[in-house]
């Protein structure tokens, strides 16, 4: 089955702890993507990859990193996490078709930082 | 600058009533359009898109959007709601073909009474 599948669902984690989230997808996509969801702000995009050691900034980048070592997985690292990172954290990756593309989407991460 | 606007926040209706979610958005030129449903505690699953072509389009579930270059609209309607349908719905926008960002409204809540 196609999937992207995001690894934790919940954490909750202290101030300043290094975390990584992990995502991975099964359909070789090139194009993978990571957002936040915020109550009353909708998706925002934090970094994309266009394909292995291909990486670019989003609109919102700041606290965050990322890596593409290999085309299946765009891990989402916060080497200093703040309370204003907890969110709902969305994985996703793009799949062309005929004239157009889709975004398959993880089942999200919901980060606590205290 | 690239805005998506979805100006009900929550919109409640009864079972086998008639739906419509609004979409606008600011951008010069005809972009991708996207919709998208969350459900509770899971991730982001297409509805329907639009590319080119017939400004009508269908979706899974039943859904319809239909795309009005005069209005920047693409609202989405279902002609008769279940309850399985109360979700939240997302509209979003690729303001140029092939971009790396979907830009997403902040969703509209709809809670499906009996």
């Known amino acids: 089955e196609a999937q992207v599948t995001q690894n934790p669902r919940y954490l909750i984690t202290v101030t300043g702890k290094k975390l990584t989230v992990t995502c991975s997808q099964n359909?070789?996509?090139?194009?993978m993507s990571w957002y936040r969801q915020d109550p009353g702000l909708g998706l925002r995009q934090i970094y994309y990859?266009?394909?292995?050691?291909?990486?670019d900034k989003g609109d919102v980048p700041e606290g965050y990193k990322v890596s593409r070592k290999e085309k299946r997985n765009f891990p989402l690292i916060l080497e200093s996490p703040s309370p204003n990172q907890t969110s709902l954290y969305f994985c996703?990756?793009?799949?062309?078709f005929g004239q157009g593309y889709g975004y398959t989407f993880g089942s999200g991460t919901r980060l606590t930082v205290v | 600058a690239q805005s998506v606007t979805q100006p009900d926040i929550h919109i409640t209706v009864s079972e086998g009533a008639s739906l419509e979610l609004r979409c606008n958005y600011s951008y010069g030129a005809t972009p991708y359009l996207f919709w998208y449903v969350q459900s509770p505690g899971q991730g982001l699953q297409l509805l329907l898109k639009y590319f080119s072509g017939d400004t009508l389009v269908q979706g899974i579930k039943g859904f319809e959007a239909e795309f009005k270059r005069s209005q920047s609209s693409f609202n989405l309607r279902k002609p008769s709601v279940h309850w399985s349908d109360a979700a939240e719905y997302f509209c979003?926008?690729?303001?140029?073909?092939?971009?790396?960002?979907?830009?997403f409204g902040t969703g509209t809540r709809l809670t499906v009474i009996p």
């Open positions: 990859s266009m394909n292995v050691e291909v990486t």
């Open positions: 359909m070789n996509h090139e194009y």
């Open positions: 979003a926008v690729d303001a140029t073909a092939g971009a790396n960002n979907l830009f």
């Open positions: 996703a990756s793009r799949f062309l």
